[in-house]
């Protein structure tokens, strides 16, 4: 089995986001990057998988300007075969990235299709369900487990009134939550290693999908900030303004 | 221009998101029609007749919707999108998982999770968290949009008499499976609807000790939701996440217990009116939102708690 994992490359979720003064976007100059974090988990479930013998091969692909490489270069760092990025500039919509990957799909014929379950920067969460459209293949989202069997995957999903699982033919796209599995760190000698193993590129151009968002960002703004509340100096204390202050309880 | 909302149900009821959701459809343009597909559904369709915002509701009827699919609903949908200009519905699991295959198909750049309609091709969505709104402007004809439910009131639900027609349902997509779902049955609050929440974090150190949560829970008649990392360490369910990747949240009160308050934390909840945090960390980021902030052991708090609301005459349900 051939599996494809698609990786992100986001704002590191650690950092505290800043809207620009003009409105056009947030602040990205000198920010910390990283690979989206559940496509981390993406790629751990591909690793794994190899690992275990049902898989022969794990290909990371990641779309965007040049330096998303580097979320392909950490997926090899920690145990995919080989890479591929996608050149594509400016802002990319889940649409463009699903018909993007539904070419590469088409070219690698993979049997799975691996991502995080949304991108913590634009929070969409759309590709993996759009990609499992254009190619009419069964769609395993939010999947906290993975069981692979012969011709199928039983997945358990995470809804919002507990756990679902489904099961789904074989070839299938997977959308994964954090809690999947715990995504292991690079070794500085796999973090080496990972510099010679192939990394094909392509552009979007090539491949003949237009990138041009059909959605127009008219304006980007600080959300409306909280008024600094108090601190109360005991549990009594809290009790009365809730009651008497707020009147919520 | 209309708009299809696809209702989400039990079959016997509607979910109250619906009902959310209805309201934002609504503000897109009052030609309402609403889809729903499901097996012995009369009950949900005689719902969603009934709320009085709803000019039609279509009913599809099919035992192969029993359980809900996105690969099965996609092409009932389809098939029905056709007169309207806005495809609609609610940005929980069951639309986040649907909206995205149907928009595909029609070529359309879906917008997610708006929480406003500032006109029907123009929304507002939070981004990063919620550390951010964009406003922003749909040109696709056929226009898909998920709304979050919590960021509109619930519609009236009676009073109105909608005309239900039977519709066609389409092929069965053989390719997936439902197994089976375990649902966490409770007789408390919604997460997502509840009027006040009390969340434990990673600061609660077990499951076992939720059971300070739980009774002032009780008491309040509140719903029970925990971070990220509560939920990691298994010390609770997933469906109490609240979060960025889990519920948002908008209660009257929202009490955070030994939760730090990651980012990813303060997006499921920042939007709440009163902010409480328990914490014995007086520099926790949790306290930069709370309106009133306890700097306790919460192992010494919460019992507190529990006492000063024991002596309270009177408390609102």
Known sequence: ?????????????????????????????????????????????????????????????????????????????????RGIHVKADGILEPLAVSKILQKVVEKEKPDLVFMGKQAIDDDCNQTGQMLAALLNWPQATFASKIEVKDKSLDVTREVDEGLETISVNVPAIVTCDLRLNEPRYASLPNIMKAKKKPLEQLSA????????????????????????????????????????EAKVI | MSVLLIAEHNNKELKPFTLNAITAAS??????????????????????????????????????????????????????????????????????NLMPRIAALMDCSQVSDIIKVISPDTFLRPIYAGNAFATVKSNDKKKCVT??????????????????????????????????????KSDRPELGTARIVISGGRGMQSGDNFKLITAIADKLNAAIGASRAAVDAGYITNDHQ???????????????????????????????????????????????????GLEADLFEALPQFLEELNKLNTIQK
């Not at chain 1, 008219?218 to 009365?240: C, N, Y």
């Not at chain 2, 980012?263 to 939102?289: R, T, W």
């Open chain 1, 1 to 81: 089995m051939k599996i494809l994992v698609a990786v992100k490359r986001v704002i590191d979720y650690n950092v505290q986001v800043r809207v620009k003064e003009d409105g056009t976007g947030v602040v990205t100059d000198n920010v910390k990057m990283s690979t989206n974090p559940p496509d981390d988990n993406a790629v751990e479930e591909a690793v794994k998988i190899k690992e275990s013998g049902k898989a022969t091969e794990v290909i990371a692909i990641t779309i965007g300007e040049e330096k998303a490489q580097e979320t392909v270069r950490k997926a090899l760092a920690v145990g995919a075969d």
């Open chain 2, 147 to 184: 709304i979050r439910p919590t960021s509109f009131d619930a519609a009236p639900s009676d009073g109105g008499s909608a005309e239900i027609v039977k519709g066609d349902g389409a092929d069965e997509f053989t390719l997936t499976k439902f197994v089976k779902k375990e649902e966490v």
């Open chain 2, 27 to 96: 503000q897109i343009d009052q030609d309402l029609h609403v889809l729903v597909i499901g097996h012995n559904s009369d009950g949900a369709a005689k719902a969603a007749s009934a709320v009085p915002l709803v000019k039609k509701v279509i009913q599809i009827e099919n035992p192969i919707y029993e359980n809900y699919l996105a690969e099965n609903f996609t092409p009932v949908i389809i098939k029905h999108a056709e007169n309207y200009s806005h495809i609609v519905c609610s940005a929980n699991t069951f639309g986040k």
């Open chain 1, 205 to 244: 151009t090539d491949l003949g999908i237009d990138t041009k968002p059909r959605i127009e960002q008219i304006k980007v703004e600080e959300p409306p900030k909280r008024k600094a509340g108090i601190k109360v100096g005991s549990v009594a204390e809290l009790v009365q303004k809730l009651k008497n």
């Open chain 2, 242 to 292: 609240v979060g960025q990747t889990g519920k948002v949240v908008v209660p009257d009160l929202y009490i955070a217990v030994g939760i730090s308050g990651a980012i990813q934390h303060l997006a499921g909840m920042k939007e709440s009116k009163v902010i409480v945090a328990i914490n014995k960390d007086g520099e926790a980021p949790i306290f930069s939102v709370a309106d009133y």
